[in-house]
């Protein structure tokens, strides 16, 4: 079973909230009497983020030998490469976050949501490559069980479903 696929989901979906969280803060920060506990709670989601992204990441290199006999080991590298540079780079919103609950620097919110953008951008981009892998390369052609592999199915959750011509 493939736990890439499975573990991306989490820090993609974190991806998104984050910044969006991050931005609707400091819009709202007049409004906000307690900043210090939001700013916790989102440092704490961009723990979740860089955890979830590092296990991800390692679960992709784990695959990546598999998925090599279907899908070119540029193509491959190519998402691998993005996934890096979306995973190391998850550590800035975590570090700007960890910094406002030390110091009271008013720079530091906006260099957190612009990180946590970054973070998206990458996120973006990573997440359409590893899609292309897939959707466009087949790489999920490796994992379909023997009997999916004629009569052209796929595989889905261990059944066998045939491809519907009818769009």
């Given at each position: 079973?493939?736990?890439?696929?499975?573990?991306v989901h989490l820090p993609i979906v974190l991806a998104v909230l984050i910044p969006l969280a991050m931005v609707a803060v400091i819009a709202?920060?007049?409004?906000?009497?307690?900043?210090?506990?939001?700013?916790?709670?989102?440092?704490?989601?961009?723990?979740?983020?860089?955890?979830?992204?590092?296990?991800?990441?390692?679960?992709?290199?784990?695959?990546?030998?598999?998925?090599?006999?279907?899908?070119?080991?540029?193509?491959?590298?190519?998402?691998?490469?993005?996934?890096?540079?979306?995973?190391?780079?998850?550590?800035?919103?975590?570090?700007?976050?960890?910094?406002?609950?030390?110091?009271?620097?008013?720079?530091?919110?906006?260099?957190?949501?612009?990180?946590?953008?970054?973070?998206?951008?990458?996120?973006?981009?990573?997440?359409?490559?590893?899609?292309?892998?897939?959707?466009?390369?087949?790489?999920?052609?490796?994992?379909?069980?023997?009997?999916?592999?004629?009569?052209?199915?796929?595989?889905?959750?261990?059944?066998?479903?045939?491809?519907?011509?009818?769009?």
């Amino acid at each position: 079973m493939p736990l890439h696929p499975m573990a991306v989901h989490l820090p993609i979906v974190l991806a998104v909230l984050i910044p969006l969280a991050m931005v609707a803060v400091i819009a709202a920060s007049k409004k906000i009497t307690n900043q210090r506990a939001v700013w916790a709670v989102i440092f704490g989601f961009c723990v979740l983020l860089t955890v979830s992204s590092f296990v991800a990441m390692k679960l992709g290199e784990r695959e990546e030998e598999r998925v090599e006999k279907v899908v070119s080991e540029q193509i491959i590298e190519n998402h691998e490469e993005w996934a890096e540079a979306f995973t190391w780079t998850t550590l800035l919103p975590l570090l700007f976050t960890g910094l406002m609950l030390k110091k009271k620097h008013p720079s530091l919110k906006y260099l957190a949501a612009a990180s946590g953008v970054a973070v998206l951008a990458l996120g973006v981009i990573t997440g359409h490559e590893g899609a292309e892998l897939v959707y466009k390369h087949n790489a999920g052609k490796v994992y379909m069980s023997a009997g999916a592999s004629s009569g052209g199915g796929h595989a889905l959750g261990g059944e066998t479903v045939k491809d519907d011509d009818d769009d």
